[in-house]
Antibody
Framework: QVQLVESGGGVVQPGTSLRLSCTPS????????MHWVRQAPGKGLEWVAV????????YYADSVKGRYAISRDNSNNTLWLQVNSLGAEDTAMYYC?????????????????WGQGTTVTVSS | QSALTQPASVSGSPGQSITISCTGT?????????VSWYQQHPGKSPKLMIY???KRPSGVSNRFSGSKSGHTASLTISGLQAEDEADYYC?????????FGGGTKVTVL
């Protein structure tokens, strides 16, 4: 079935880095734009980043621009989020999600498939 | 990138209809028909309920409908059921990024 599985989260110290992974299955990964969305404990959803289906275009929320990097490998069916200079404000559940739009230069239509999330906790 | 404005809570009795508003600006909701709505039950991942303002994904009940007027988008749930009790988030494209609303807790009385 169509599925996304995140991994790579953990408990890390402030100032360190992590690379989160998202592994898709059950659909043609290379045809879809992909997003990362995070949710701090007890808080609402926050959009983080999107990457086009071909990896050529990337956009970020102002809150993470310059510290986070989204990337993908369509040959190996993997999406990543590199998170650097972590602070307490980055503590959250991180979800990867598939955009509704397929093989189009536009994204942000909606996110129709979500993973179960991976938790990042920044603590000294 | 200011968050879209949603009411913190909305409640209704079984069988009733409720509407959740989502107010943005001319930089997001007011300029693009790229508003989506998500349902999230406690401890679960979000689920897409509406996209492109009015479109409903396959498998989503037709009791859920979306609309937009000016800078405000709305999600209406008709024939409210116990299983609809959850948090609901709107989301809009916003000049090269995306922004969520703060979320609305729907309570079925």
């Amino acid at each position: 079935q169509v599925q996304l599985v995140e991994s790579g989260g953990g408990v890390v110290q402030p100032g360190t880095s992590l690379r989160l992974s998202c592994t898709p299955s059950g659909f043609n990964f290379r045809a879809y734009a992909m997003h990362w969305v995070r949710q701090a404990p007890g808080k609402g959803l926050e959009w983080v980043a999107v990457i086009s289906y071909d990896g050529h275009n990337k956009y970020y929320a102002d809150s993470v621009k310059g510290r986070y990097a989204i990337s993908r490998d369509n040959s190996n069916n993997t999406l990543w989020l590199q998170v650097n200079s972590l602070g307490a404000e980055d503590t959250a559940m991180y979800y990867c999600a598939r955009d509704v739009a397929r093989l189009t230069g536009s994204y942000f239509y909606g996110m129709d498939v979500w993973g179960q999330g991976t938790t990042v906790t920044v603590s000294s | 990138q200011s968050a879209l404005t949603q009411p913190a809570s909305v409640s209704g009795s079984p069988g009733q209809s409720i509407t959740i508003s989502c107010t943005g600006t001319s930089s997001d909701v007011g300029s693009y028909n790229l508003v989506s709505w998500y349902q999230q039950h406690p401890g679960k991942s979000p689920k897409l309920m509406i996209y492109e303002v009015t479109k409903r994904p396959s498998g989503v009940s037709n009791r859920f409908s979306g609309s937009k007027s000016g800078h405000t988008a709305s999600l209406t749930i008709s024939g409210l059921q116990a299983e609809d009790e959850a948090d609901y988030y709107c989301c809009s494209y916003a000049d090269g990024t995306s922004v969520f609303g703060g979320g609305t807790k729907v309570t079925v009385l």
